[in-house]
């Protein structure tokens, strides 16, 4: 094989027990008695079929490809190498496996941001920066920690490495799928931050956060949007010299997510610590991060961490999928943000009439008004509001699953819902869950409108109990689409999907609503979600907790200029790629839009 090309081979879904080895069979270089693609001969001792190895020397690359297209489970990939990858990886995970090319450098008193697709390698680069993992350098002999400092010598990385090699680098990790905690830890949360208070900050991080009022409930009472505060909090108030925080904003209304970002930012600021971050709104991660690295390649083959670039021009780039610096092509196709997002309102046939509506919980536990409105055909319906101000109860009430207290909820519609807090329980295939839902299962549309932009394929023989939260959320996603309804209604569809994911599922979910008069309603705190997707919006107000308020339906600049002056953040368009982005608080165009009455972007 050229040397810019590698063979990967995922054992997950390489299943010897159900194929006949067509790769092995039909390799030319196997047919003329080479020995390209083997058997591991790790399951012969246990009476199972073998599992494949391809010898990388052997195998004739890409431009042959026959084994990729033979095996049924699509368990292969051959893949050409960037040219410009001429080092060796810093990490590989043995022949036919994962590689990883470059690491993040993380400075003192910076927040340092990552970006790219999941799957790319980020946190393998992460248990490399903590000590965790010892680089190989792609290499089969072994290697120390001085064969890795001699490779990083001359770079910015040169220090941190000598700081691991010497065991003097402490790191606080706040993992990706919060709503696993309750898995790991039994207790109340007092317990469990009171544990991490090393720095002596957790009041202020409790009352910042908004965390008191559930400090003695139980772990898994908690919702994700709290179990996402306490895991922040019990991050933040560790006393170390390195932070890595995996994805901040899941579950969190935007008003927390800038708090977020705030209390990140002080404490590289003021304590002089080192922050690195992996986030997936845009928005926040251009507040956030001074800055950014991105990641991309092919997830589960390789992955690639460029240099540090500006924030600004990262992001940009990276919709783009152009890297001016590296000179590299990463996406075909760019993420482009509408010029004057608004779309005019939609004024076709009204799908529904809904009266007033209250709901309330208890003894004056919680209460929500919803002002009657209409339900255009064709829309897609935009909500926003805080956490705990009733967007998922509103969604309860349009589904049936709850009764108001006022106010008439029987809307005579078929609905599909996607619920926020995705769960499994049941023991099944992908392909079968979803062939159950729909007798458009496996047809040109919706392959080609449900599954490819939802990256379905290569998940659909896994059952639905191994998958991650971001692949849960996709199929959850599928099967909401995939059912015959009058109403599809999603909430926060866009939880724990990278960048290019969202994208994707939100164009999926667009282009649903045009090309079958679908309507649709999304909540989401995703800004770009809601300004990709939305033609009207509600907005929900009030005290989170005790009282919620929700609008009719309105036009999206009205929508947004309520919602975002609500909490006193103000948007920009950025002038390359019309991105929304957030106004630095205090700053010249944030005061000047605030006078104007105009929060959500200067027109």
């Known amino acids: 094989m050229a040397d810019d090309s590698i063979a990967v081979v995922d054992l997950d879904r390489c299943q010897p027990d159900r194929c006949s080895y067509e790769c092995k069979n039909y390799c030319p270089p196997n ?3 080479k020995e390209c693609i083997t058997l591991r001969g790790e399951e012969a001792d246990q009476g199972q079929p073998d599992q494949i190895h ?3 020397e052997i195998c004739l690359g890409e431009t042959c490809g026959i084994c990729v297209e033979k095996c049924p489970f699509d368990a292969i990939e051959i893949i050409n190498l960037p040219q410009e990858l001429q080092d ?21 008193g910076k927040v340092t941001g990552i970006l790219g697709p999941n799957g790319i390698g980020k946190t393998t680069a992460v248990r490399i920066l903590e000590g965790e993992l010892q680089p190989n350098l792609g290499r089969d002999e072994t290697v120390d920690w001085d064969d890795v400092l001699e490779a990083y010598r001359g770079t910015e990385l040169q220090d941190y490495i000598a700081d691991v090699r010497d065991g003097e680098v402490t790191v606080a990790r706040k993992p990706q799928y919060v709503d696993q905690i309750p898995e790991s830890f039994d207790g109340n949360t007092r317990e469990l931050l009171e544990r991490t208070d090393e720095r002596g900050a957790l009041d202020s991080l409790v009352e910042r956060l908004e965390i008191g009022p559930v400090m003695d409930q139980a772990i898994e009472d908690l919702s994700g949007g709290e179990l996402q505060r306490v895991a922040l909090a019990a991050t933040l108030a560790r006393d170390t010299d390195f932070y890595f925080l995996d994805e901040v904003t899941p579950y969190l209304d935007i008003g927390q997510r800038v708090t977020a970002a705030r209390l990140i930012r002080e404490l590289a600021e003021e304590e002089n610590r080192s922050m690195l971050v992996v986030e997936h709104d845009l928005a926040i991660l251009d507040l956030l ?3 950014l690295h991105v990641a991309y390649g092919e997830p589960g083959a390789y992955g690639v961490i460029t240099s540090p670039k500006s924030v600004r021009n990262g992001i940009n780039e990276y919709l783009s999928g152009y890297l001016d610096n590296e000179n590299m092509r990463i996406r075909q196709d760019p993420i482009e943000f509408e010029e004057h997002a608004p779309r005019t309102a939609t004024h076709g046939d009204v799908l529904v009439d809904y009266p007033d509506l209250t709901k309330s919980y208890g003894d004056g536990e919680f209460t929500l008004e919803v002002k009657g409105g209409e339900i255009h055909r064709n829309e897609v319906l935009g909500i926003v509001g805080p956490n705990g101000i009733g967007k998922s109860t509103f969604a309860k009430l349009l589904t049936g699953n709850l009764g108001p207290t006022a106010g008439d909820a029987d809307l005579d519609l078929d609905i599909s819902y996607k619920p926020q807090y995705v769960t499994i ?3 099944m295939r992908v392909d079968a869950f979803l062939s159950s839902i729909t007798d458009q299962f496996g047809s040109s549309y919706w392959n080609t409108e449900i599954a490819q932009p939802l990256q379905l394929e290569r998940i659909m023989e896994q059952n639905l109990s191994d998958l991650s939260g971001g692949e849960r959320q996709r199929v959850a996603i599928a099967a909401c689409l995939s059912d015959s309804a009058d109403l599809y209604l999603l909430d926060e569809p866009s939880a724990h999907l990278d960048v290019e994911q969202r994208v994707q599922a939100t164009s999926a979910i667009r282009r649903y609503a045009e090309q079958q008069d679908a309507t649709v309603m999304v909540i989401d705190h995703d800004i770009y979600t809601i300004d990709l997707l939305a033609d009207r919006l509600m907005v929900f107000e009030g005290e989170p907790a005790v009282a919620g308020h929700a609008s009719k339906p309105q036009p999206m600049r009205e929508g947004m200029n309520e919602f975002l002056s609500n909490l006193e953040i103000t ?7 019309s991105r929304p982005r957030i106004n630095k608080p205090e700053s010249q165009l944030d005061r000047e839009q605030k006078r104007e009455g105009e929060y959500y972007y200067s027109p």
């Open 31 to 33: 047919r003329t008695g």
């Open 54 to 56: 391809i010898s990388e």
């Open 88 to 108: 060796n990886p810093v990490h590989r995970y043995g022949e036919n496996a994962f590689s990883l090319y470059g690491l993040p450098a993380p400075q003192e």
């Open 289 to 291: 991060a001074d800055t």
């Open 425 to 427: 329980d049941q023991h």
């Open 571 to 577: 948007f920009r368009r950025d002038e390359r790629t």
